[in-house]
T-cell receptor, first 115, second 115 residues
Framework: KAGVTQTPRYLIKTRGQQVTLSCSPI?????VSWYQQTPGQGLQFLFE???????NKGNFPGRFSGRQFSNSRSEMNVSTLELGDSALYLC??????????????FGEGSRLTVL | GENVEQHPSTLSVQEGDSAVIKCTYS??????FPWYKQELGKGPQLIID?????GEKKDQRIAVTLNKTAKHFSLHITETQPEDSAVYFC??????????????FGQGTTLQVKP
C-alpha cells in the first residue's frame, strides 16, 4: 500500500506570494490533517478534513486554508506569505473508521522557504 | 489552552542503556496518547500509543505508561540501539476525542544512542 504522498517536497517563495501544497492520503483513508513543523513551535495542528468537510481547525490566521476533494486528496493554501511561514508542512491521513485506532500516517512533508 | 510538555529536550545514552522520556498534558479530557519517532528528512511515524483506559502498554523494547490522575505519560526504551537515534514526540488527543486528526504535540526529544 502506498503511503501518504506530498508534493512538492521543496519550494521557495517570496514574501507576499501564495502557495498551494498537495497531499494524497493512503488509499481508503478519509481523514486528512495538516500540521506545521518549525524548530521554535514544534508540530502545530492546522486543520483536518473528513469527507470533504473541515472537521477541526487550529489557531492559524485566515491566510491558511485547505480543502479536500471527493477522492480524499487534499490541498492547503497559504496566501500573502510571510517569512514566518517558512516551515515543514506535514500531511497525515487516518482511517478513522469504526475500528479506528486514531493512528495518523504522516507524509514526508513539503518544506517551504519564504525569502 | 491545551498543552503538552515534554522532557528532556535532548537525551544521550550509551548503546544498551535505557531511555525515558516524560510528558505532561493539560486537557483532562484527553484520552489518546501516541508517541511518534521522526528520523531526519522523514515524517513522524507512530511507534506506540495508549488509551486512557489502560495504564501501561508494551511492544518489545518499547513501553508507555500513563498516569491519568497526574496527567502524565512516559516512553521507555530498553536496550537502546544506534538506530533508535531520532526525535521522539509525545502527543495527546484534543477535546477528549481520539477519533479526529487533531493532536497536541510535545516539543520533542532528540535521542542520541552512542555505540
Amino acid at each position: 500500500k502506498a503511503g501518504v504522498t506530498q508534493t512538492p517536497r521543496y519550494l521557495i517563495k517570496t514574501r507576499g506570494q501564495q502557495v498551494t501544497l498537495s497531499c494524497s492520503p493512503i488509499s481508503g483513508h478519509r481523514s486528512v490533517s495538516w500540521y506545521q513543523q518549525t524548530p521554535g513551535q514544534g508540530l502545530q495542528f492546522l486543520f483536518e478534513y473528513f469527507s470533504e468537510t473541515q472537521r477541526n481547525k487550529g489557531n492559524f490566521p485566515g491566510r491558511f486554508s485547505g480543502r479536500q476533494f471527493s477522492n480524499s486528496r487534499s490541498e492547503m493554501n497559504v496566501s500573502t506569505l510571510e517569512l514566518g511561514d517558512s516551515a515543514l508542512y506535514l500531511c497525515a491521513s487516518s482511517s478513522m473508521g469504526q475500528q479506528t485506532t486514531g493512528e495518523l500516517f504522516f507524509g514526508e512533508g513539503s518544506r517551504l522557504t519564504v525569502l | 489552552g491545551e498543552n503538552v510538555e515534554q522532557h528532556p529536550s535532548t537525551l544521550s545514552v550509551q548503546e544498551g542503556d535505557s531511555a525515558v522520556i516524560k510528558c505532561t498534558y493539560s486537557d483532562s479530557a484527553s484520552n489518546y496518547f501516541p508517541w511518534y519517532k521522526q528520523e531526519l528528512g522523514k515524517g513522524p511515524q507512530l511507534i506506540i500509543d495508549i488509551r486512557s483506559n489502560v495504564g501501561e502498554k508494551k511492544d518489545q523494547r518499547i513501553a508507555v505508561t500513563l498516569n491519568k490522575t497526574a496527567k502524565h505519560f512516559s516512553l521507555h526504551i530498553t536496550e537502546t540501539q544506534p538506530e533508535d537515534s531520532a526525535v521522539y514526540f509525545c502527543a495527546a488527543s484534543s477535546h477528549g476525542s481520539s477519533n479526529t486528526g487533531k493532536l497536541i504535540f510535545g516539543q520533542g526529544t532528540t535521542l542520541q544512542v552512542k555505540p
